[in-house]
């Protein structure tokens, strides 16, 4: 059992001397094969030197996962502010992240690029010589996004390194929104969390498969799929479960799991009878509603507000599984999300984690 220490940075002072310094600390820990878990404005991710093979063990013992689940690697394209998309991705290939990219997929990738980072936007393309199998579970594409988050930039300018970063949490458990949820699952296992306070989307990126034509969405996340269609030229197709197995090994699972069972109900009259009989069974049910529902369970004790739109629910869900599984709850109950952009991906979140 290793120290995990916590340093907090105000994500909108980065350039303050004690942040710089906390950065160069980070930085260090990360050069040298540590465990760092900082903010992204999606997720918390486990991050490490995505370079270094053994650095990149760490992270599949640290959060138990299983192998052959490949992880992102996060970068900065410092060459996006001065020459664009296109040196973004030239600057990826000399420094071995990435591999070569056919023509068409080069195009697509520079407009997405252009479109979404730094932001919620993981794209698949071919690795790089330099990322070792360890972080792509064998495979050969490689994951990448540049983060939009100050801490993370941040973190990736110190260390000098891209950093290998899947969510902070343990494998299939709800992925963490907040330092407290990295420490409730991790620590003890890592060596450090920067402490940049909520994250702003809270649900994770969108991980588009560039090695197909048309680009597949292998997660929905914070990118939404209506953008990404529209950006790409071509519909981006599928979802993981149509993808098969080997696609998306970590995909396909029980995923993003509270401990109390989770189920999911299609309208307000289901929810209220799920709710009764619950209740009538002596369970400790708990409750996820948005605002505008409350008012039908003001009786009801253990109760999250998801807030008052698909933008509050997603930065309010993985809070509130952990909130009614810390509070006893034995089941939670939800109403079914539907409609387009950050919707389809509360609605596939939803899905995994009520999955046994
Ligand atoms: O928002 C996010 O994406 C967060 C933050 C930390 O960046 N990261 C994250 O990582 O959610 P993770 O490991 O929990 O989920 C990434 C998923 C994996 O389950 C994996 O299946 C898929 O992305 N993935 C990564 N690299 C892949 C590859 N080369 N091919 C196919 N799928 C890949
Ligand atoms: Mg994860």
Redesign the pocket.
């Known amino acids: 059992m290793m120290k995990t220490r916590v340093i907090a940075i105000d994500p909108a002072r980065v350039d303050a001397p004690e942040a710089r310094a906390a950065l160069a600390e980070a930085g260090r820990v990360i050069a040298a094969g540590g465990l760092v878990a900082f903010p992204t404005e999606t997720v918390y991710g486990l991050g490490a030197n995505a370079l270094d093979a053994a650095a990149a063990a760490r992270i599949f013992e640290a959060k138990r996962r299983a192998l052959n689940d490949p992880l992102i690697v996060h970068v900065r394209a410092a060459e996006l502010a001065g020459g664009g998309p296109n040196a973004a991705l030239e600057g990826l290939r000399a420094s071995g992240v990435i591999g070569d990219l056919p023509g068409p997929m080069a195009a697509r990738a520079g407009a997405l690029i252009q479109a979404f980072w730094p932001g919620p936007l993981t794209l698949v393309v071919p690795r790089g010589a330099r990322i070792p199998l360890t972080v792509t579970s064998g495979g050969d594409t490689v994951g990448i996004r540049m983060p939009g988050h100050p801490i993370a930039l941040g973190l990736l300018a110190a260390s000098g390194v891209p950093i290998a970063a ?2 902070a ?1 343990l494998f299939g458990h709800v ?1 963490p929104t907040a330092a407290d949820h990295v420490l409730a699952d991790l620590d003890g296992r890592i060596d450090l969390v920067l402490d940049g306070g909520p994250t702003a989307i809270g649900v ?1 990126s969108t991980v588009l498969d560039l090695t197909e034509d048309p680009p597949r969405i292998l997660r929905p996340g914070g990118a939404p799929r209506e953008a990404i269609t529209a950006i790409a030229g071509r519909q981006a197709t599928g979802d993981a479960e149509a993808a098969g197995p080997l696609h998306a090994p ?1 995909l396909l699972d029980k ?1 993003y799991a509270p401990r109390a069972p989770l189920r999911v109900l299609p309208d307000l009259n289901a929810l209220r009878s799920a709710y009764a009989a619950a209740r009538a069974n002596g369970h400790r049910a708990g409750l996820l509603l948005a605002e505008a529902d409350r008012g039908a369970f003001s009786e009801a004790e253990l109760v999250f507000s998801l807030g008052d739109d698909a933008a509050d629910m997603a930065r309010r869900l993985y809070a509130g599984l952990r909130a009614l599984d810390d509070a006893g709850a034995d089941c939670i109950l939800v109403l079914a999300v539907r409609g387009p952009g950050l919707a389809e991906a509360i609605a596939d979140r939803l899905k995994r984690a009520a999955r046994r």
């Open positions: 899947p969510s949490n992925s994770e970590g995923h």
